[in-house]
């Protein structure tokens, strides 16, 4: 399962892409729209404008907006920002590979099998959905069939 953290991320991302591009999004109303708690959500902010998703505008009119470089991002980007790898086992995982400790053979195993199957679909998925497709459910629900 997600934390709070990568969900509240993703909502926080969903919120911004709603609005025109450029334009301030005051953290209480990402806050309230998304039902986040606003002290977290500050700190999820400024962890996603450190992986270069989002800028911060200060002042009157300010609040975050999301950067070029979200026009490439996925929701799979920020999950793994948050969580790590998609794989649900290390010997299962593309970029962290590690054989289990109580593995004997990790080409054998057919637990691995399955689960690297699994990260393979769920990547599938994640990494091809773009952040700005979040913003409207008509579209996301065209792009995922």
Do not use: W
């Amino acid at each position: 399962m997600l934390k709070n953290k990568t969900k509240y991320a993703i909502k926080a991302v969903i919120e911004l892409a709603k609005a025109e591009k450029d334009t301030p999004v005051r953290i209480e109303d990402i806050a309230r729209s998304q039902n986040i708690p606003k002290k977290f959500l500050e700190l999820i902010l400024i962890d996603l404008r450190c992986l270069g998703l989002l800028q911060s505008k200060k002042g009157k009119g300010g609040g975050y907006f999301l950067t070029r470089k979200a026009d490439k991002a996925n929701v799979g980007d920020i999950i793994r920002h948050f969580e790590g790898p998609l794989a649900l086992l290390p010997c299962a995982s593309v970029t962290q590979f590690k054989t289990c400790d109580d593995c004997r053979n990790p080409n054998e195993c057919t637990l691995r099998l399955v689960m690297r199957k699994v990260r393979d679909e769920a990547a599938k998925v994640l990494d091809h959905v773009p952040i700005y497709h979040l913003a409207n459910i008509k579209d996301l629900r065209v792009l995922l069939g």
